[in-house]
């Protein structure tokens, strides 16, 4: 069975926009090294808001994903 790591990030609350950049990033990160992730957000709008971003992140890069 593989092992299972679980990773937080804590960011100081004035960086909200940043943190989103930061989860695209570390998203990108994992999946370029094949490793499958969870993403957990507060409600509908945050993860929707995410999914944008993850399509706009880099135009030479895409990072498959589903709400």
Known sequence: MPSIR????????Y???ARWLIACRLLEK???KGHKVYVLCNNQQDAELLEDLLWTLKEESFIPHTL
């Open 6 to 13: 679980v990773d937080f990030y804590l960011l100081p609350s």
């Open 15 to 17: 960086q909200n926009d």
């Open 30 to 32: 994992a999946y370029a």
